[in-house]
């Protein structure tokens, strides 16, 4: 039922929001942008992206901003909910000519407060590294374009790395970079290293070690924005082909792929853990992704137009020993009922890995993670243990994740219970303890899906893709990565590591043969491991959903005490998390009257 006034609630942009945990405040004096605050132009400029570093300058405010707003890089001292921005006073500002900045990364390994090393990427095709503290530029790759002409989509320092990194263009290619090295004055030369499925990867072919290092082909069209995992050993990279790869970039090799429902992939990001990866893009959906099990777990309705960033909330992550309590209804109803991520970012990580343990008792896992889109709404969902873990026993699994368009299961199967709010999907088979370490076998699909059945004896050969020696030689060459200590995760050391489709029975070969072509056909993906149907994964719905800017929003970051948003006009608005805004921002932080939550 509409309530009155329902057409201009719908429209109004939103200055707070409650969750379960509880309300989240703009605070509208710590607004970052150009300092004039005008609305920026934005038609046919790059989107606008943030940065954020830490410069530990021991006087408790080390926080770091850099934004670019058209052709515009400002970097700022961030002073987030404690006091509100001033803008009159920017570190540093650069105004670029003939070429625009379209994304930018800090090295947070060497940030100190009299140096920060800062990479930006420019629609044109060239890479800067600059130094905004000491207000210096260091070096310019791609100068001439001899590389690439295209537009960087994404640049990222390569973890625990002071010289790697890594750049994505519109062209499809990455490149792999060394500060320490000059890019040439001819186009560069290249020698295939590796070739797989729809990627391949080449080293430079000169006298001398040159930029760049590595050139990756990935997919068809651009390629829109890459993700190392947690620990730095694997790249997630989505494309405009619609498709997610995931790399063991050490190694060079196709750990896993999926097919977004329809359209380009726009963005990725991973777990806290490394478990997990969530996709976003032209299909307006969120797709999860489990790495251990290289398939689809759910997706997530709530946009109305294109996903344009995913981010997890390493701070809202929650880990509970206790056994969970059942409840259904609104977000309001849980907020007595739950003290949501008791246990935070500083214990979150390693008491997720206890749920790979078979000899410790199964903990309650809750990630969250959030989403914005041209639609100028921010999204926050909740990833479950009932869809994480569909057969553990009812009394185990949280049940106020929506699970949708759940059928009869067939005789002698497991029992499927959901539509609407505080539906979970249980086990009739008391044997099954939810755990996926690639050691067990893989529990089986859900109970309504016609996805393909998992097969046990794909763990057999779990160890046979190992690269000869020339390969491997040829990477640790140039690409020396293991630059700090990498502890295996377990649920890595023994899991098949080729392609997602290795867990499909010799039932389904018409289906697999479709999926082992040299290239895989978009259009029959579709009811496949690749791409299941809607109606075969869980569909999650968003804990909220509001309309929080004018136009189409460009940045996501969960912050410790708040959450960072950007859109198209230039304006980086601040949320304080609940309970965390400072004395000095209580008078700003307060709604409009009338405002809907």
Request: net charge neutral.
């Amino acid at each position: 039922m509409a309530a009155e006034g329902g057409g201009k609630e719908i429209s109004e942009i939103k200055t707070q929001f409650t969750t379960r945990e509880g309300v989240y405040k703009l605070l509208t004096h710590s607004e970052y942008s150009r300092p004039n605050r005008v609305p920026f132009n934005s038609q046919g400029s790059n989107p606008v992206k943030v940065s954020f570093v830490n410069v530990n300058d021991q006087s408790g405010n080390g926080d770091r901003i850099c934004f670019n707003v058209g052709r515009e890089l400002y970097f700022y001292i961030y002073k987030g909910v404690r006091k509100a921005a001033d803008l009159s006073k920017p570190i540093d500002k650069r105004i670029y000519k003939g070429t625009q900045p379209t994304c930018h990364d800090f090295n947070h390994l060497t940030a100190t407060a009299e140096s920060v090393s800062l990479l930006v990427g420019f629609s044109a095709g060239q890479v800067q590294l600059i130094d905004p503290i000491k207000k210096e530029t260091s070096k310019l790759f791609n100068e001439e374009r001899l590389i690439d002409k295209s537009r960087v989509t994404c640049v990222k320092w390569v973890p625990g790395s002071e010289s790697l990194f890594l750049v994505a263009h519109s062209s499809g290619n990455m490149y792999l970079y060394n500060v320490e090295h000059t890019c040439g004055t001819t186009a560069p030369h290249y020698q295939l290293l590796k070739q797989g499925e729809n990627y391949s990867v080449h080293t430079c072919k000169s006298k001398s070690t040159r930029n760049p290092l590595l050139k990756w082909t990935v997919g068809e069209g651009a390629l829109n924005e890459f993700s190392f995992s947690p620990d730095g050993k694997f790249l997630a990279c989505v494309s405009q082909d619609g498709f997610l790869r995931v790399f063991n970039f050490d190694a060079v090799e196709l750990h896993g792929t999926m097919k977004s429902y329809f359209g380009g992939l726009l963005c990725v990001c991973w777990s806290p853990d490394g478990k997990y990866i969530v996709t976003g893009g032209e299909d307006d959906l969120v797709t999860v992704w489990s790495f251990v099990d290289c398939r689809v777990i759910a997706r997530g309705h709530g946009h109305k137009s294109w996903v344009s960033v995913v981010a997890f909330d390493h701070y809202t992550t929650s880990v509970e020993d206790a056994d969970p309590m059942e409840f259904s209804g609104s977000d309001e109803d849980f907020q007595d009922q739950i003290h949501f991520g008791r246990d935070r970012a500083n214990s979150s990580q390693s008491r997720l890995s206890k749920r790979n343990s078979t000899d410790s008792r199964p903990v309650q896992v809750t990630y969250r993670f959030g989403s914005v889109g041209q639609d100028t709404q921010l999204c926050l969902w909740d990833l479950t243990e009932d869809i994480l873990f569909p057969h553990l026993p009812l009394s185990r699994t949280r049940t106020h994740t929506n699970v949708m368009n759940a059928t009869s299961p067939p005789a002698g199967g497991d029992v499927a219970v959901g539509g609407g709010v505080g539906g979970g999907i249980v086990s009739n088979n008391p044997s099954t303890n939810g755990t996926n370490t690639p050691g067990n076998p893989l529990p089986t699909p859900l109970p309504r899906s016609n996805s393909l059945p998992h097969s046990a004896a794909t763990t057999a050969n779990s160890k046979s893709n190992v690269m000869d020696n020339t390969i491997a030689t040829g990477v640790s060459k140039f690409a020396t990565l293991s630059i700090h200590d990498r502890k295996e995760r377990h649920h890595e050391k023994d899991h098949k590591r080729n392609h997602s489709m290795g867990h499909i029975s010799s039932k389904s070969s018409d289906k697999l043969n479709i999926l082992t072509k040299t290239k895989t056909d978009p259009a029959k993906t579709l009811g496949t491991l690749l791409c299941p149907h809607m109606e075969d994964i869980p569909l999650l719905e968003p804990l909220i959903c509001k309309k929080i800017a004018h136009e189409r929003l460009t940045v996501l970051i969960f912050l410790e005490d708040c959450i960072v948003t950007a859109c198209q006009e230039g304006f980086i608005c601040t949320w304080a998390r609940p309970g965390k805004v400072g004395l000095s921002s209580q008078n700003q932080a307060s709604s409009p009257s009338g405002t809907v939550v």
